[in-house]
């Protein structure tokens, strides 16, 4: 199984957002411009994600994007799932057709696989990361380097989430 950069840029995206969401609404060109993602690309994956009730739309002075529920709510293989991604490491996508229309000799150990590799991905949410000493580094060396206003969120919040 390989992750596509859909999947990567929607999850890079999810925790910029999350990081920041406690400031208000965030602009996909913040975005785009800190982690280095094409802006119209992030609106495509953030109609996805919109669909899902992962995000929501601000609008007006000041808007962009909110979370659309609490970062420990939401899951990394949610994230995935939405853009359109599939956690599947079979070669037959679980149809069971992977060997001349039949089921092949290792369908079982690739869909076991998948099978955990979606349950570790759904365990991890954005809250977890984003609380994270090195994540919130990462961030701030970012934030600077795209010259963001950006006021990291106390210890206190970040328990919270």
């Known amino acids: 199984m ?10 890079t995206a999810m925790m910029d957002l999350a990081i ?6 965030v602009t996909l060109a913040d975005i785009s411009n800190c ?17 899902f009730g992962l995000v929501e739309g601000v609008r007006g002075p000041g808007g962009g994007y909110r979370l659309g529920k609490p970062a420990s709510h939401i899951s990394i293989a949610q994230i995935i799932v939405a853009v359109d991604e599939n956690i599947d490491a079979t070669r037959c996508h ?5 060997h001349s229309g039949d089921k092949c000799l290792t369908h079982e150990l690739w869909s076991d696989l998948s099978d955990k590799l979606y349950s570790f991905l759904d365990d991890l949410t954005l809250a977890s990361f984003i609380n994270r000493p090195e994540v ?7 934030d600077t380097l795209a010259s963001r206003i ?3 969120f106390p210890p206190r919040m970040a328990a919270s989430m």
């Open 94 to 98: 679980g149809n069971e057709d992977c």
């Open 136 to 142: 919130r580094a990462v961030s701030r060396r970012q």
């Open 150 to 152: 950006a006021t990291m």
């Open 20 to 25: 920041h969401d406690h400031e208000g609404p």
């Open 35 to 51: 982690q280095g993602i094409s802006l119209s690309y992030l609106e495509q994956l953030f109609s996805k994600l919109r669909k």
């Open 2 to 11: 390989k992750l596509s950069t859909k999947g990567r840029y929607a999850v």
